[in-house]
T-cell receptor, first 117, second 114 residues
Framework: DTAVSQTPKYLVTQMGNDKSIKCEQN?????MYWYKQDSKKFLKIMFS???????INETVPNRFSPKSPDKAHLNLHINSLELGDSAVYFC????????????????FGPGTRLTVL | DQQVKQNSPSLSVQEGRISILNCDYT??????FLWYKKYPAEGPTFLIS?????DKNEDGRFTVFLNKSAKHLSLHIVPSQPGDSAVYFC?????????????FGQGTTLQVKP
């Protein structure tokens, strides 16, 4: 059973297009995240939702918009794609957001490799 | 401004020996530190964590050491096995905000040779 799944696994598209990446978790977790791994291999948080409420919104262009229709899903929509958006995007989930003095393990999906031509 | 740094992009060790992966951080306001392991074409998986109030945590072959004065943590794998070959990411959770946000280093590729 896949705990955190993402579709598609690979996405190749032209500059200027609009695309979506879907994420689903079947762990019953309350919190979901999107991370971006760029060409330098850094994994950086983009967004986080807790019970469908946005709790983290890092400095990300507003062409990126997360949508959480329910606790089990967090989709990422990207408008007007640019060359610099090429990266691997990882979705993750955790039981709840970690509070001070605790850590709730984040479970990651397999990633979506986005290539913008 | 990278707050968590892994300065060694790669490490190669012989099977059975110790692997030591290092990580430095610049911000004293981290609550937890973690190590994640990643195989190709898969997402990172949690390996081990350590609270900022501790200096050591052990789980089987894996031990994480935290040196707060040096702002440094390390992961020791003893004995190393070929299946440990992967990319290892150090990560930290900021104390401020309570969002669960992870700040990752850029990873170190470990190769364990049979």
């Amino acid at each position: 059973d896949t705990a955190v799944s993402q579709t598609p696994k690979y996405l190749v598209t032209q500059m200027g297009n609009d695309k979506s990446i879907k994420c689903e978790q079947n762990l019953g977790h309350d919190t979901m995240y999107w991370y971006k791994q760029d060409s330098k291999k850094f994994l950086k948080i983009m967004f986080s939702y807790n019970n469908k409420e946005l709790i983290i919104n890092e400095t990300v262009p507003n062409r990126f918009s997360p949508k959480s229709p329910d606790k089990a899903h967090l989709n990422l929509h990207i408008n007007s794609l640019e060359l610099g958006d090429s990266a691997v995007y990882f979705c993750a989930s955790s039981q709840e957001r970690s509070r001070r003095g605790t850590y709730n393990e984040q479970f990651f999906g397999p990633g979506t490799r986005l290539t913008v031509l | 401004d990278q707050q968590v740094k892994q300065n060694s992009p790669s490490l190669s060790v012989q099977e059975g020996r110790i692997s030591i992966l290092n990580c430095d951080y610049t911000n004293s306001m981290f609550d937890y530190f973690l190590w994640y392991k990643k195989y190709p074409a898969e997402g990172p998986t949690f390996l081990i964590s350590i609270s900022s109030i501790k200096d050591k945590n052990e789980d089987g072959r894996f031990t994480v050491f935290l040196n707060k004065s040096a702002k440094h943590l390390s992961l020791h794998i003893v004995p190393s096995q070929p299946g440990d070959s992967a990319v290892y990411f150090c990560a930290a959770i900021p104390r401020v905000g309570n969002t669960g946000k992870l700040i990752f280093g850029q990873g170190t590729t470990l190769q364990v040779k049979p």
